[in-house]
């Protein structure tokens, strides 16, 4: 599967400063360190912005999970806190463009009824076999697709070698623990550990050929009036229907009056993402998604 063998492994937690789930994942391993130990990995664990954390804010000038393609961490005029904070992870775990860490773990939270979703931005084959075996162990978890160039992505999981995983695990508001969100967050990421110290030791897991899964297609903005406030919400029939079908014609928005505002498309497809808080600061609703068959690259 891999020629390079996997050696430092960074799993990365509160790049969104309100998400306390990876927080505090992150503060149990340091007391627990046995936990994610294995044979063969050196794992490293950061807190990605402290700064956002200590405010319990998602940042506090710009989303840090969209500073690091190449081009923003080379550009030495965007210096708020987050481009800043994207810099210093770059020097620590990268530099991108010959990264010291192999594969980053990054926890995140929804506040979607999403479930365990690993999102998943290369096509090496790690990274998807990584997947897989994840969604062996926990069938329950949903996979998205979106295979990106490693330079160009701004994903933080883009500076390790390997590009990594995101984990997104809801619903939880943010600020706020949940057992379950918490759980299911540390199970996935100690399976990824178990898979990759199995690849170090040649005892690769038997994977299937190929799995179901989801790829992005867009996404809906909430209705605005012409001074740009908002005029509805999510429709009480997608509310927390995540991952279920969107047929042309299906409600997608209530407004304040009470009508439905619905879809218009004429592809069936699946909605995402359906009133995460984060997304309110740019009046997006929810996110299309369409079904897929992901191919564990040869
Ligand atoms: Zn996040």
Redesign the pocket.
């Known amino acids: 599967m891999s020629t390079t063998p996997i050696k430092h492994v960074a799993i990365t937690g509160g ?2 400063g309100n ?1 306390l789930t990876g927080v505090h994942l992150l503060k149990h391993w340091r007391n627990n360190p046995e936990e994610i130990c294995r044979d063969g990995l050196v794992t490293e664990l950061h807190l990605a912005n402290p700064k956002a954390n200590g405010c319990n804010r998602r940042y506090l000038d710009q989303d840090l ?1 969209r500073q690091f393609n190449w081009d923003d961490l080379s550009d030495h005029s965007l210096c708020g806190y987050e481009h800043n904070r994207a810099k210093s992870l770059n020097t620590l775990l990268g530099p991108k463009d010959a990264p010291r860490v192999d594969f980053i773990i990054d926890l ?2 929804t506040t979607a009824n999403m479930g365990t979703t690993l999102v998943i931005k290369s096509d090496d084959a790690l990274v998807v076999g990584m997947a897989f075996y994840v969604k062996q162990q926990m069938p329950e978890v949903t996979l998205f697709y979106e295979p990106e160039d490693r330079m160009s992505d701004n994903f933080l999981i883009s500076l390790a070698k390997h590009h990594g995983l995101l984990v ?1 695990v809801g619903p939880v508001p943010q600020g706020m623990l949940r057992w379950d969100v918490f759980d299911q967050t540390r199970q996935a990421t100690l399976h990824c550990l178990d898979f990759l110290a199995a690849v170090r030791r040649g005892d690769e897991p038997d994977l299937p050929e190929s799995l179901a899964g989801f790829q992005y297609v867009d996404k809906l903005k909430l209705p605005e009036n012409e001074r740009g406030e908002l005029t509805a919400m999510i429709h009480p029939d997608r509310q927390d229907a995540d991952y279920q079908p969107i047929k042309p014609g299906d409600p997608l928005f209530m407004t304040f009056d009470g009508n439905s505002i619905n879809y218009e498309g004429t592809e069936t497809l699946y909605g995402a993402f359906i009133n995460e808080a ?1 997304y309110y600061d740019q009046h997006i609703g929810l996110s299309l998604m369409r079904k897929i068959d992901i191919r564990l690259p040869g």
Do not use: G, M, S, Y
Request: glycine share 0%; hydrophobic share 10%.
């Open positions: 790049t969104h998400e999970n995140h939270t997104e984060a």
